[in-house]
């Protein structure tokens, strides 16, 4: 394996790793579904998938993973904005 082609497969596998964790801690309570680190898991897991995915040229994958990560943003800007509403009305 060359050394790019095993950094793309550690950032893959480190994507996957990285989202499971993030359900397994959402299953058992100790994430928020709407909280910011839930869904910087997904989206920094996501676009580790995007790489690796476009990479080794399995296009379904990235696409979803775009979506899964433009998702992801939304969310957070969502939950930024509803945040910051409700801080500005107190």
Do not use: C, H
Request: glycine share 10%.
């Amino acid at each position: 394996m060359t050394d790019p082609k095993l950094l793309i497969e550690i950032i893959g596998w480190a994507a996957a790793a990285l989202i499971l964790a993030s359900y397994i801690l959402l299953s058992l309570g100790r994430l928020e579904p709407r909280g910011y680190v839930y869904q910087w898991m997904n989206v920094i897991g996501a676009a580790g998938f995007v790489l690796n995915s476009g990479y080794n040229g399995a296009m379904p994958s990235a696409g979803l993973n775009v979506v899964w990560a433009a998702m992801g943003l939304y969310t957070l800007w969502a939950v930024w904005r509803a945040r910051a509403k409700t801080q500005a009305a107190d």
